[in-house]
Antibody, heavy 122, light 107 residues
Framework: EVQLVESGGGLVKPGGSLRLSCAASGFIFSRSTMNWVRQAPGKGLEWVSS????????NSADSVKGRFVISRDNARNSLYLQMNSLRTEDTAVYYC???????????????WGQGTLVAVSS | IVLTQSPGTLSLSPGERVTLSCRAS???????LAWYQQKPGLAPRLLIY???DRATGLPDRFSGSGSGTDFTLTISRLEPEDFAVYYCQQYGTSPYTFGQGTTLEIK
C-alpha cells in the first residue's frame, strides 16, 4: 500500500525545537522529490519546504527559512523536518507529500500523509 | 507567485455545474498548476495536475483548463461528496504557493 505516515508532533514552548518524521512505503522513495506542507487551524494550505530525491536541492518558504531544515534518509525511506526557534504562528498540522512525476514532468502532490499536529504555546 | 481563488464560497445544489477560478500574479511555469480537494479532518487529495490532466481514478465530471495566469476547475454535475474546500497550487516556481481556497457548500 502506498502511504506516508508522519510522527513527532506535539506541544512545544515558543523558542523550542521539534523534529518531524515521515515514513514512506509502497513506492520508490529514493526517486521522489518530497515536501512538507502545513495548515494552521481553520486556515488554508501553506507549502513549507521541499527536497529533491538525492538531497541535492532544498527549498523553503521565507516564513521558515533559517529556522527549519528539511532532510531525508533514502536508506530508511524517511523524510524529516527539524524545526527550531518555534513561534506561535508555526502552530499547524504538518503534512508530508510526494511530488509526482509523469513522463519526466512534475505532476502535483499526489501522495499525502495524515498529518501531525504541532502546537506552539507557553 | 500569488494565487487568488474566486469566489471564496459557493452555495450550490447537487446536480449543478460549477466553475472555480484561480488567477496567478505571474505566469505559471510549464502550466504546473494543480487542484486539490480537502474535506474536514482529512489530507488534501490531488484532482488535477498540469492544469488539465486528471489524477488517477478521478471521475470525468472534474475537468481543469487554462494556461499562463488564468485557470479553472469545472465540476459538470455536483455530487453530494463534492462539497468540500478546493485549492489551486502552482508547483513550477519555488515557493510552491497555494490559493486561499474556495468552499463549496450545499445550498
Amino acid at each position: 500500500e502506498v502511504q506516508l505516515v508522519e510522527s513527532g508532533g506535539g506541544l512545544v514552548k515558543p523558542g523550542g525545537s521539534l523534529r518531524l518524521s515521515c515514513a514512506a512505503s509502497g513506492f520508490i522513495f529514493s526517486r521522489s522529490t518530497m515536501n512538507w506542507v502545513r495548515q494552521a487551524p481553520g486556515k488554508g494550505l501553506e507549502w513549507v519546504s521541499s527536497i529533491t530525491a538525492s538531497s541535492f536541492d532544498t527549498n523553503s518558504a521565507d516564513s521558515v527559512k533559517g529556522r527549519f531544515v528539511i532532510s531525508r534518509d533514502n536508506a530508511r525511506n524517511s523524510l524529516y523536518l527539524q524545526m527550531n526557534s518555534l513561534r506561535t504562528e508555526d502552530t499547524a498540522v504538518y503534512y508530508c507529500a510526494r511530488m509526482a512525476a509523469v513522463g519526466g514532468l512534475r505532476a502535483g502532490f499526489d501522495i499525502w500523509g495524515q498529518g501531525t499536529l504541532v502546537a506552539v504555546s507557553s | 507567485i500569488v494565487l487568488t481563488q474566486s469566489p471564496g464560497t459557493l452555495s450550490l445544489s447537487p446536480g449543478e455545474r460549477v466553475t472555480l477560478s484561480c488567477r496567478a500574479s505571474q505566469s505559471v511555469v510549464s502550466n504546473y498548476l494543480a487542484w486539490y480537494q480537502q474535506k474536514p479532518g482529512l489530507a488534501p487529495r490531488l484532482l488535477i495536475y498540469g492544469a488539465s490532466d486528471r489524477a488517477t481514478g478521478l471521475p470525468d465530471r472534474f475537468s481543469g483548463s487554462g494556461s499562463g495566469t488564468d485557470f479553472t476547475l469545472t465540476i459538470s454535475r455536483l455530487e453530494p461528496e463534492d462539497f468540500a474546500v478546493y485549492y489551486c497550487q502552482q508547483y513550477g516556481t519555488s515557493p510552491y504557493t497555494f490559493g486561499q481556497g474556495t468552499t463549496l457548500e450545499i445550498k
